[in-house]
């Protein structure tokens, strides 16, 4: 069981806009700023997307944007297309001795 | 080009002990942060083990503790996760990481498989 909770699936339509969500406790995403994004294609490295909550690195897409609110984080992307689809996972510092929490992954569908 | 290559996966015994190695290229070695990804079959990522630039602080998850010791030679840009009284649950696919800072992550290898069984 993953230290962030993540739904396992999520779908939209080209065009449309969807939220993956991230759970974690006061230990990590509701007590630090430090929660970021990776997008992974089949068979391919994880690429980070967001970084610092709401920062996406040069070279992302202004279509993925990120926020928290309390003890969970969100990755929403906008005007989903179909090179969206993808694994999309979440990660937070953590004040326990482990330093990074990875959430479960949620697999996106673009229909 | 950013490259990390991973070696020294293979199969062991439960108890057994295995070091695998990361051999980093394209980038100053010593001013990065590196970790320890692991991915069990059909499991989510987990999070290993982390070591800063110069090699003085490291981290573990705590579930590792005891078990796993990273290490770095910043003269050979290598990165080493010594794996020590192993169990079939560390069977997994485990990722060299270069960080981009001490949490985020932005290159990864192909990763190693290790698989504990007898």
Redesign the interface.
């Known amino acids: 069981q993953s230290a962030l909770t993540q739904p396992a699936s999520v779908s939209g339509s080209p065009g449309q806009s969807i939220t993956i969500s991230c759970t974690g406790t006061s230990s990590d995403i509701g007590g630090y700023d430090y929660v970021s994004w990776y997008q992974r294609h089949p068979g391919k490295a994880p690429q980070l997307i967001i970084y610092h909550v709401t920062n996406r690195p040069s070279g992302v897409s202004d279509r993925f944007s990120g926020s928290k609110s309390g003890n969970t984080a969100s990755l929403t992307i906008s005007g989903l297309q179909a090179e969206d689809e993808a694994d999309y996972f979440c990660t937070s510092y953590t004040n326990i001795n482990t330093l990074v929490v990875f959430g479960g992954g949620t697999k996106l569908t673009v229909l | 080009e950013v490259q990390l290559v991973e070696s020294g996966g293979g199969l062991v015994q439960p108890g057994g002990s295995l070091r695998l190695s990361c051999s980093a290229s394209g980038f100053t070695f010593s001013n990065y942060a590196m970790?320890w990804?692991r991915q069990a079959p059909g499991k989510?990522?987990?999070?290993v083990s982390?070591i800063t630039g110069p090699g003085g602080d490291t981290?573990?998850?705590?579930s590792l503790?005891g078990r796993f010791t990273i290490s770095r030679d910043n003269s050979k840009n290598t990165l080493y996760l010594q794996m020590s009284s192993l169990r079939p649950e560390d069977t997994a696919v485990y990722y060299c990481v270069k960080g981009?800072?001490?949490?985020?992550?932005?290159?990864?290898?192909?990763g190693t498989l290790v698989t504990v069984s007898s």
């Open positions: 970790h990804v989510g990522l987990e999070y982390a981290y573990y998850a705590d503790k981009s800072s001490l949490v985020n992550f932005d290159y990864w290898g192909q």
